[in-house]
Protein backbone atom coordinates (compact mmCIF):
# COMPACT_ATOMS: atom_id res chain seq x y z
CA UNK A 1 0.00 0.00 0.00
CA UNK A 2 1.41 3.29 -0.87
CA UNK A 3 -1.32 5.64 -1.62
CA UNK A 4 -1.80 7.42 2.19
CA UNK A 5 -5.29 6.93 2.92
CA UNK A 6 -6.64 8.36 6.11
CA UNK A 7 -5.76 6.45 9.12
CA UNK A 8 -7.32 7.49 13.36
CA UNK A 9 -4.07 7.38 15.12
CA UNK A 10 -5.89 8.60 17.81
CA UNK A 11 -5.89 5.92 20.21
CA UNK A 12 -7.79 8.09 23.16
CA UNK A 13 -10.75 8.28 20.74
CA UNK A 14 -11.11 4.85 19.60
CA UNK A 15 -13.46 3.27 22.49
CA UNK A 16 -12.97 -0.44 24.07
CA UNK A 17 -16.19 -1.87 23.84
CA UNK A 18 -16.73 -4.93 25.87
CA UNK A 19 -16.90 -7.01 21.90
CA UNK A 20 -13.54 -5.26 21.45
CA UNK A 21 -11.95 -6.51 24.74
CA UNK A 22 -13.78 -10.31 24.52
CA UNK A 23 -12.03 -9.93 20.90
CA UNK A 24 -8.21 -8.64 21.87
CA UNK A 25 -7.80 -11.12 24.77
CA UNK A 26 -9.16 -13.54 22.13
CA UNK A 27 -6.29 -12.96 19.85
CA UNK A 28 -3.50 -12.99 23.18
CA UNK A 29 -4.55 -15.87 24.07
CA UNK A 30 -3.94 -17.05 21.15
CA UNK A 31 -0.30 -16.02 20.86
CA UNK A 32 0.21 -17.21 24.21
CA UNK A 33 -1.37 -20.40 23.40
CA UNK A 34 1.35 -21.25 20.47
CA UNK A 35 4.47 -21.18 23.26
CA UNK A 36 2.08 -23.14 25.63
CA UNK A 37 2.02 -25.32 22.87
CA UNK A 38 5.89 -26.66 23.88
CA UNK A 39 5.01 -26.73 27.27
CA UNK A 40 2.36 -29.39 26.87
CA UNK A 41 4.64 -31.39 24.35
CA UNK A 42 7.14 -31.28 27.01
CA UNK A 43 5.24 -32.37 29.75
CA UNK A 44 3.68 -35.54 26.97
CA UNK A 45 7.10 -36.42 26.10
CA UNK A 46 9.04 -36.39 29.48
CA UNK A 47 5.29 -38.57 31.15
CA UNK A 48 5.84 -41.07 28.87
CA UNK A 49 9.67 -41.65 28.91
CA UNK A 50 9.07 -43.89 31.47
CA UNK A 51 7.89 -44.23 35.25
CA UNK A 52 10.44 -42.00 36.63
CA UNK A 53 9.84 -39.36 33.70
CA UNK A 54 6.16 -39.69 35.03
CA UNK A 55 6.91 -39.09 38.89
CA UNK A 56 9.37 -36.21 37.88
CA UNK A 57 6.93 -34.23 35.98
CA UNK A 58 4.21 -34.94 39.25
CA UNK A 59 7.01 -33.93 41.75
CA UNK A 60 7.13 -31.30 39.14
CA UNK A 61 3.99 -29.67 39.47
CA UNK A 62 3.95 -29.70 43.61
CA UNK A 63 6.55 -26.72 43.16
CA UNK A 64 4.50 -23.09 43.21
CA UNK A 65 6.45 -21.58 40.09
CA UNK A 66 5.01 -25.03 37.92
CA UNK A 67 1.39 -24.22 39.58
CA UNK A 68 1.26 -21.04 38.17
CA UNK A 69 2.70 -21.22 34.85
CA UNK A 70 0.13 -24.58 34.67
CA UNK A 71 -2.57 -22.28 35.96
CA UNK A 72 -1.58 -19.22 33.44
CA UNK A 73 -1.45 -21.69 30.12
CA UNK A 74 -4.77 -23.60 31.60
CA UNK A 75 -6.59 -20.04 31.48
CA UNK A 76 -5.30 -19.07 28.59
CA UNK A 77 -6.69 -22.25 26.92
CA UNK A 78 -10.21 -21.92 28.45
CA UNK A 79 -10.29 -18.42 27.63
CA UNK A 80 -9.72 -19.08 23.87
CA UNK A 81 -11.63 -21.86 23.90
CA UNK A 82 -14.81 -20.16 25.17
CA UNK A 83 -13.75 -17.15 23.05
CA UNK A 84 -13.61 -19.39 20.29
CA UNK A 85 -16.68 -21.71 20.20
CA UNK A 86 -18.67 -18.17 20.53
CA UNK A 87 -16.96 -17.55 17.45
CA UNK A 88 -18.05 -20.40 15.51
CA UNK A 89 -21.93 -19.95 16.87
CA UNK A 90 -21.33 -16.36 15.66
CA UNK A 91 -20.09 -17.66 12.42
CA UNK A 92 -23.07 -19.59 12.23
CA UNK A 93 -25.22 -16.70 12.42
CA UNK A 94 -26.11 -16.63 15.29
CA UNK A 95 -25.53 -13.40 17.42
CA UNK A 96 -24.81 -11.44 15.18
CA UNK A 97 -26.84 -8.27 16.17
CA UNK A 98 -25.53 -5.58 18.13
CA UNK A 99 -27.05 -6.47 21.01
CA UNK A 100 -26.15 -10.54 20.07
CA UNK A 101 -22.70 -9.59 19.90
CA UNK A 102 -22.70 -7.65 23.77
CA UNK A 103 -24.44 -10.50 25.17
CA UNK A 104 -22.31 -13.17 23.50
CA UNK A 105 -19.00 -11.38 24.71
CA UNK A 106 -20.46 -10.85 28.72
CA UNK A 107 -21.72 -14.58 28.28
CA UNK A 108 -17.94 -15.40 26.99
CA UNK A 109 -16.66 -13.41 29.35
CA UNK A 110 -18.99 -14.98 32.41
CA UNK A 111 -18.06 -18.62 31.27
CA UNK A 112 -13.87 -18.01 30.92
CA UNK A 113 -13.63 -16.44 34.49
CA UNK A 114 -15.85 -19.32 35.89
CA UNK A 115 -13.52 -22.20 34.15
CA UNK A 116 -10.33 -20.29 34.67
CA UNK A 117 -11.65 -20.14 38.78
CA UNK A 118 -12.37 -24.09 38.63
CA UNK A 119 -8.79 -24.73 36.99
CA UNK A 120 -7.35 -22.93 39.97
CA UNK A 121 -9.19 -25.05 42.16
CA UNK A 122 -7.96 -28.24 40.33
CA UNK A 123 -4.72 -26.74 40.23
CA UNK A 124 -4.05 -26.12 44.19
CA UNK B 1 -8.89 -10.71 -1.59
CA UNK B 2 -5.99 -12.19 0.43
CA UNK B 3 -3.40 -13.08 -2.14
CA UNK B 4 0.22 -12.60 0.20
CA UNK B 5 1.95 -15.83 -0.58
CA UNK B 6 2.70 -16.60 3.36
CA UNK B 7 -0.89 -17.16 4.11
CA UNK B 8 -1.31 -20.83 4.81
CA UNK B 9 -4.10 -21.60 2.02
CA UNK B 10 -3.18 -18.70 -0.24
CA UNK B 11 -6.78 -18.36 -0.16
CA UNK B 12 -8.82 -16.04 2.76
CA UNK B 13 -11.45 -18.40 2.23
CA UNK B 14 -9.50 -21.25 2.40
CA UNK B 15 -7.79 -20.07 5.50
CA UNK B 16 -11.12 -18.98 7.35
CA UNK B 17 -12.39 -22.64 6.62
CA UNK B 18 -9.44 -24.38 7.77
CA UNK B 19 -8.85 -22.32 10.55
CA UNK B 20 -12.21 -23.77 11.60
CA UNK B 21 -12.18 -26.97 10.87
CA UNK B 22 -8.61 -27.02 13.30
CA UNK B 23 -10.30 -25.06 15.80
CA UNK B 24 -13.28 -27.46 16.49
CA UNK B 25 -10.69 -30.65 15.89
CA UNK B 26 -8.40 -28.76 19.03
CA UNK B 27 -11.79 -28.10 21.53
CA UNK B 28 -12.48 -32.11 20.95
CA UNK B 29 -9.07 -32.82 22.23
CA UNK B 30 -8.87 -30.50 25.12
CA UNK B 31 -12.30 -31.23 26.48
CA UNK B 32 -11.47 -34.57 25.78
CA UNK B 33 -7.63 -34.68 27.80
CA UNK B 34 -9.64 -32.61 30.46
CA UNK B 35 -12.13 -34.99 31.39
CA UNK B 36 -10.03 -38.38 30.90
CA UNK B 37 -7.33 -36.40 33.63
CA UNK B 38 -10.53 -35.11 35.55
CA UNK B 39 -11.75 -38.53 35.89
CA UNK B 40 -8.02 -40.41 36.87
CA UNK B 41 -6.64 -38.37 39.37
CA UNK B 42 -4.64 -41.00 40.04
CA UNK B 43 -3.24 -41.50 37.06
CA UNK B 44 -0.62 -43.97 36.56
CA UNK B 45 2.40 -44.54 34.22
CA UNK B 46 1.64 -47.57 33.02
CA UNK B 47 -2.59 -46.46 32.31
CA UNK B 48 -0.73 -43.11 30.85
CA UNK B 49 1.21 -45.26 28.78
CA UNK B 50 -1.77 -47.61 27.31
CA UNK B 51 -3.88 -44.69 26.73
CA UNK B 52 -1.02 -42.86 24.36
CA UNK B 53 -0.26 -46.51 22.62
CA UNK B 54 -3.64 -46.81 21.70
CA UNK B 55 -3.73 -46.74 17.80
CA UNK B 56 -7.15 -44.40 18.08
CA UNK B 57 -5.13 -42.26 20.52
CA UNK B 58 -2.45 -41.78 18.05
CA UNK B 59 -4.37 -40.78 15.26
CA UNK B 60 -6.31 -38.57 17.21
CA UNK B 61 -3.16 -36.84 18.88
CA UNK B 62 -1.52 -36.81 15.30
CA UNK B 63 -5.11 -34.72 14.12
CA UNK B 64 -4.63 -32.51 17.28
CA UNK B 65 -1.08 -31.53 16.74
CA UNK B 66 -1.95 -31.27 13.07
CA UNK B 67 -4.86 -28.98 13.70
CA UNK B 68 -2.75 -26.38 15.90
CA UNK B 69 -0.07 -26.38 13.07
CA UNK B 70 -2.31 -25.03 10.69
CA UNK B 71 -4.32 -23.12 13.24
CA UNK B 72 -1.09 -21.18 14.58
CA UNK B 73 -0.18 -20.76 11.20
CA UNK B 74 -3.05 -18.90 9.86
CA UNK B 75 -3.89 -17.23 13.24
CA UNK B 76 0.22 -15.48 13.97
CA UNK B 77 -0.11 -14.75 10.07
CA UNK B 78 -3.18 -13.07 10.65
CA UNK B 79 -1.72 -11.32 14.01
CA UNK B 80 1.48 -10.80 12.01
CA UNK B 81 -0.01 -8.88 8.70
CA UNK B 82 -2.08 -7.08 11.01
CA UNK B 83 0.68 -5.16 13.12
CA UNK B 84 3.96 -5.61 11.69
CA UNK B 85 2.81 -3.95 8.60
CA UNK B 86 4.81 -0.61 6.64
CA UNK B 87 2.44 1.74 8.05
CA UNK B 88 2.97 0.61 11.70
CA UNK B 89 6.28 0.76 11.90
CA UNK B 90 7.92 1.83 8.09
CA UNK B 91 9.96 0.32 5.63
CA UNK B 92 11.47 -2.22 7.75
CA UNK B 93 8.43 -4.14 8.67
CA UNK B 94 8.57 -6.17 5.73
CA UNK B 95 11.43 -7.85 6.02
CA UNK B 96 11.20 -8.12 10.08
CA UNK B 97 8.01 -9.70 9.22
CA UNK B 98 9.23 -12.00 7.09
CA UNK B 99 11.77 -13.09 9.45
CA UNK B 100 9.28 -13.49 12.42
CA UNK B 101 6.50 -15.29 9.69
CA UNK B 102 10.11 -17.93 8.96
CA UNK B 103 10.48 -18.37 12.38
CA UNK B 104 6.58 -19.16 13.27
CA UNK B 105 6.83 -21.66 10.49
CA UNK B 106 9.80 -23.36 11.94
CA UNK B 107 8.67 -23.53 15.75
CA UNK B 108 5.36 -24.72 14.04
CA UNK B 109 6.99 -27.55 11.86
CA UNK B 110 9.63 -28.72 15.04
CA UNK B 111 6.15 -28.94 16.86
CA UNK B 112 4.55 -31.62 14.43
CA UNK B 113 8.29 -33.55 14.06
CA UNK B 114 8.25 -33.54 17.61
CA UNK B 115 5.01 -34.66 18.46
CA UNK B 116 5.32 -37.45 16.03
CA UNK B 117 8.80 -38.36 17.39
CA UNK B 118 7.03 -38.70 20.99
CA UNK B 119 4.47 -40.43 19.63
CA UNK B 120 5.47 -43.34 17.73
CA UNK B 121 8.43 -43.66 19.91
CA UNK B 122 6.30 -44.99 22.80
C1 LIG C 1 -4.23 -25.05 21.52
C2 LIG C 1 -3.77 -24.43 20.52
C3 LIG C 1 -4.31 -23.15 19.91
C4 LIG C 1 -3.52 -22.14 19.46
C5 LIG C 1 -1.98 -22.09 19.51
C6 LIG C 1 -4.39 -21.12 18.90
C7 LIG C 1 -3.95 -19.94 18.35
C8 LIG C 1 -4.73 -19.02 17.70
C9 LIG C 1 -4.29 -17.76 17.15
C10 LIG C 1 -2.86 -17.21 17.21
C11 LIG C 1 -5.37 -17.17 16.55
C12 LIG C 1 -5.38 -15.82 15.82
C13 LIG C 1 -6.05 -14.78 16.65
C14 LIG C 1 -6.50 -13.58 15.85
O1 LIG C 1 -6.34 -13.52 14.63
O2 LIG C 1 -7.05 -12.67 16.47
C15 LIG C 1 -6.49 -18.05 16.72
C16 LIG C 1 -7.76 -17.82 16.21
C17 LIG C 1 -8.87 -18.62 16.43
N1 LIG C 1 -8.94 -19.69 17.32
FE1 LIG C 1 -7.33 -20.57 18.17
N2 LIG C 1 -5.70 -21.51 19.02
C18 LIG C 1 -5.71 -22.74 19.65
C19 LIG C 1 -6.84 -23.47 20.01
C20 LIG C 1 -8.15 -23.12 19.70
C21 LIG C 1 -9.33 -23.85 20.15
C22 LIG C 1 -9.34 -25.06 21.09
C23 LIG C 1 -10.41 -23.23 19.61
C24 LIG C 1 -11.84 -23.73 19.87
C25 LIG C 1 -12.92 -23.26 19.50
C26 LIG C 1 -9.93 -22.12 18.79
C27 LIG C 1 -10.70 -21.22 18.04
C28 LIG C 1 -10.24 -20.17 17.28
C29 LIG C 1 -11.03 -19.42 16.33
C30 LIG C 1 -12.50 -19.61 15.99
C31 LIG C 1 -10.16 -18.44 15.79
C32 LIG C 1 -10.49 -17.43 14.69
C33 LIG C 1 -10.61 -16.05 15.20
C34 LIG C 1 -10.79 -15.05 14.09
O3 LIG C 1 -11.09 -15.42 12.94
O4 LIG C 1 -10.62 -13.86 14.39
N3 LIG C 1 -8.55 -22.08 18.89
N4 LIG C 1 -6.11 -19.17 17.44
Known sequence: MTTKRPVNLDIGTIKLPITAIVSILHRVSGVVLFGVVAILLWMLDISLSGPEGFDSIRDCLTSPVAKVI????LAALAYHLVAGIRHLIMDMGIGESLE?????AKLALVGAVILIILAGVWVW | MVTNVTSFGRSGLSD?????VSAVVL????I??????????DLTHAQWLALNQHIAMKMFSLAAVLSVAAHAWIGLWSVLTDYV???LMGPKATPLRIVLQLGMITVTLAY????IDILWGI
Not at chain 1, 100 to 104: A, D, K, P, S, T
Not at chain 2, 16 to 20: A, C, N, S, T
Not at chain 2, 27 to 30: C, G, K, L, M, S
Request: charged content about 10%; overall charge positive.
Open chain 2, 32 to 41: FIVVYLLCNS
Open chain 1, 100 to 104: GGRLG
Open chain 1, 70 to 73: LWAS
Open chain 2, 16 to 20: WLVQR
Open chain 2, 85 to 87: TVR
Open chain 2, 27 to 30: AAYT
Open chain 2, 112 to 115: VVWA
